[in-house]
Each structure stands twice: as structure tokens, then as C-alpha cells.
């Protein structure tokens, strides 16, 4: 069979020209998104996905704030950033980018964000609000992208066994509560598989749509996909090639060779979910700017 190649880098564009579209027309009526992007050390992988947040961010004609600080920054510190920023009316938009130092407490951080600046998802508020289905809360960009992905290919959700391998807030269980919710792109049979499930492989096998979310290179093969399955692969993971002139390359949790002659559809890493996640923080911040606007349509 030959596969689909999922092409993440074509719906994020899409998604993208949406957005431009929405901030053209919010400014017309005198008014520009914006979004903070908080980075707390120097960690390469962290300031590169800043960066290129920040870069989107000023091609759409957002409102960009970029607030770097020292790897020593205290708690308190932080917290009276993040007090600052939600009262900052250029402002619609909060990040604070992951993994921070060892010193900060990751959870009360996302605790003092206001969760109508949430746009990642993460506030318990709007963590309650995905499992209420209250489509006014913010769920996190991964998982919206994977959705949107599955959208954009016409991959029929509803009725449609979904095997969620990985639990985390950030993607598989969010994922999971997203694409189980009654309505549209949703109405799923989900399952969520993790690191004590017994028998991964039988249970992967009788998915329509398998998401990886493991962070683990290559480890979904051949043997956990059944034939005409949908396959999405979250990870991205790096693995070393002496090759390349950095040294590694990033492969996803999916051994893309072995699985997708099995597949209906399926996305690469990388080009496949990773730049989805970016395009939808962008759509999530225009969400917070209506909201905290009033100009909700
Ligand atoms: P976490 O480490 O938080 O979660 C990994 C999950 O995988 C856990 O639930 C864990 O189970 C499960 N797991 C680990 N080993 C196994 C195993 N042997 N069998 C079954 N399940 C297992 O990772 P994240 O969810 O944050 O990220 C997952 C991957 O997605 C990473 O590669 C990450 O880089 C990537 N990612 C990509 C993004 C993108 O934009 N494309 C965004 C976010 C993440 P348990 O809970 O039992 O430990």
C-alpha cells in the first residue's frame, strides 16, 4: 500500500495563513494579539523553539515580548513576571517555555498565570474545561494539531478507535479527552497506553489511528500497526549521525520505514506534528485576544 505522508508543514502553513488573516482583520478594528514568550535559562533546544516562536510571531504582525532570564532566577522572580505580564494589556498571550532550571516550581508557575492568557493549556482551568468540553478554555497545542491534522486529511474521527500511546498532560491525555469529547473532529473510542500497559502491541493493533507519544526513537514498529491503520507520531527525538554537521538528526517514536508500507496514512518526523504545534499556539493567542477583547467574531 502505498501511504499518505501526512504533510505537516503544508497544513500548518494553512493554518497559519488563517491566523495572518484574523490579526489583519482584529487590526483594523485597532487591534494587535500579542504574546509573551518567558525564557528562563540557556538551554539551546529551549531558546531555538523561542526563537522561532518569536519569529512567527512578528511574520503575522503579532505583538511579540520576549522576556530571556538568567538560569539563577529565583521563584519569586518569575512570579512577579508572570503577575506583570497578566496585567499587561498588549498582552493576550503567556508561555512560559519548558523545561525551566531545577529551582522553579514548573506547576505554581502555571498556577499564577491568568488562565485567560493560558494559551498553552496547562492552568488547571483550563484543564477542567477540555474534560467539561467548555470550548472557551485553551487546550494545548499539540493536541489540537494532531486533531487538525487528522481534519485536513479527511481522517474520519468519529466511531474511529484511537490508541494514544503516552499520558502526559502536555499531549496524550489532553489528546485523548480532546478526541473522546462529543461533537465535531471528536466522538472518538479512545485508548491510552503508557510505559505499565500490558500488551502495547495487541492493543495498537486494533487502532484505526495510533498517536505516539512516548519519547522514544523508533520504538513503534511494524509489529503494533495493523494494515490500513492511521498512524501520527508526536516524538521527536535525537538520535546521533555523525553524517550531519550537528551531529544528530531527529527521528520520531514511530520507525517511519518499517511502518508506513503498512499505513493508510502517516505523518514524518520531521515535517509531521511538529510544526502544527506552533501554528496553533498562534491561533490559541488570537482566541485569548478575542476573548479578552470582546471581539469574539
Ligand atoms: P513524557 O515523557 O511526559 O511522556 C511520555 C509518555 O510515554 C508517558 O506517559 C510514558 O508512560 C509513556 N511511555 C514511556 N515509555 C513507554 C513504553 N515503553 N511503552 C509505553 N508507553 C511508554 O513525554 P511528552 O508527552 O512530553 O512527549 C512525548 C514525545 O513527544 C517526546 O518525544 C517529545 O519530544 C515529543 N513532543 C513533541 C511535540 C511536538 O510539537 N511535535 C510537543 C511535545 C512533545 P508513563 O506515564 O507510564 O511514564
Redesign the pocket.
Known amino acids: 500500500m502505498e501511504p499518505t505522508i501526512i504533510d505537516g508543514k503544508k497544513v500548518a502553513a494553512s493554518a497559519l495563513n488563517d491566523v495572518r488573516a484574523e490579526i489583519a482583520s482584529l487590526s483594523n478594528r485597532g487591534v494587535q494579539p500579542g504574546l509573551a514568550v518567558v525564557l528562563v535559562g540557556d538551554d539551546p533546544a529551549s531558546r531555538a523553539y523561542v526563537g522561532s516562536k518569536e519569529r512567527t510571531c512578528n511574520d503575522l504582525g503579532m505583538f511579540s515580548l520576549k522576556k530571556e532570564l538568567p538560569a539563577d532566577t529565583t521563584q519569586e522572580a518569575l512570579l512577579g513576571l508572570i503577575d506583570e505580564l497578566n496585567d499587561d494589556p498588549r498582552v493576550h498571550g503567556i508561555l512560559v517555555q519548558s523545561p525551566p532550571p531545577p529551582q522553579i516550581d514548573e506547576a505554581a508557575v502555571v498556577r499564577a498565570l491568568d488562565p485567560a492568557k493560558d494559551v498553552d493549556g496547562f492552568h488547571p482551568a483550563n484543564v477542567a474545561k477540555l474534560a467539561l468540553e467548555d470550548a472557551t478554555g485553551f487546550v494545548p ?2 493536541p489540537l ?1 494532531c486533531q487538525r491534522l487528522l481534519t485536513a486529511y479527511d481522517i474520519p474521527i468519529e466511531g474511529a478507535h484511537v490508541v494514544v ?9 489532553s489528546l485523548g479527552l480532546l478526541l473522546m469529547a462529543k461533537g465535531e473532529a471528536a466522538n472518538a473510542t479512545v485508548t ?6 500490558r500488551d ?1 502491541a495487541a492493543i495498537t493493533r486494533s487502532a484505526d489511528i495510533v498517536v ?5 526513537p523508533h ?1 513503534l514498529t511494524e509489529t503494533h500497526i495493523r494494515e490500513g491503520a492511521v498512524v501520527i507520531d ?4 535525537r538520535v546521533e549521525d555523525t553524517s550531519k554537521k550537528k551531529g544528530y538528526r531527529l527521528v ?2 514511530v520507525d517511519f520505514d518499517a511502518v508506513a508500507p503498512k499505513c493508510q496514512a502517516i505523518t514524518p ?1 520531521p515535517g ?7 501554528a496553533m499556539l498562534m491561533m490559541n493567542t488570537v482566541k485569548a485576544c478575542r476573548q479578552q477583547t470582546g471581539l469574539d467574531s
Request: glycine share 20%; net charge positive.
Open positions: 497545542c499539540t494539531g500511546v503516552g499520558r502526559s498532560l502536555i499531549v496524550g491525555k491510552i497506553a503508557h510505559s505499565r500497559t502495547l505516539a507519544a512516548i519519547g522514544r520504538f508526536v516524538g521527536i527525538n520520531g517514536d518526523v509531521g506534528v511538529g510544526p502544527m504545534t506552533i
